[in-house]
């Protein structure tokens, strides 16, 4: 069983940027696949990036060289930096981990999730 718990969301201005920070319990943090998910009012949740064990990485195009994941594993935390906000990166930001090596996007595929985290970009 792995809880998980995101932190770091707020209120930025466009062009701004914002970390999150997801803290998961466990004590087997390291061999996970970490994800990063979005849903904004009226849409379905959407890959944001992913991390396997080695640090190895994949992202969604909408963020792809705007956004950095990176994990720390002696913290059992995974972080999510976001560079030059855009008032459509507006959404619940959610953290999830998986069992695979294998990235999914599918929400489906992923076996725990936090309980998400507000960021609002103002445009």
């Known amino acids: 069983q792995v809880q998980l718990v995101e932190s770091g969301g707020g209120l930025v201005q466009a062009g701004g940027s914002l970390k999150l920070s997801c803290a998961a319990s466990g004590r087997t943090f390291s061999r996970y696949t970490m994800g990063w998910f979005r849903q904004a009012p009226g849409k379905e949740r959407e890959f944001v990036g992913a991390?396997?064990?080695?640090?190895?990485?994949y992202y969604a195009d909408s963020v792809k060289g705007r956004f950095t994941i990176s994990r720390d594993n002696v913290k059992n935390t995974v972080y999510l930096q976001m560079n030059s906000l855009k008032h459509e990166d507006t959404a619940v930001y959610y953290c999830?981990?998986?069992?695979?090596?294998?990235?999914?996007?599918?929400?489906?595929?992923?076996?725990?999730w936090g309980q998400g985290t507000q960021v609002t970009v103002s445009s």
């Open positions: 991390i396997r064990w080695s640090d190895s990485t």
């Open positions: 999830a981990a998986d069992q695979s090596i294998v990235i999914h996007t599918a929400t489906t595929r992923w076996d725990y």
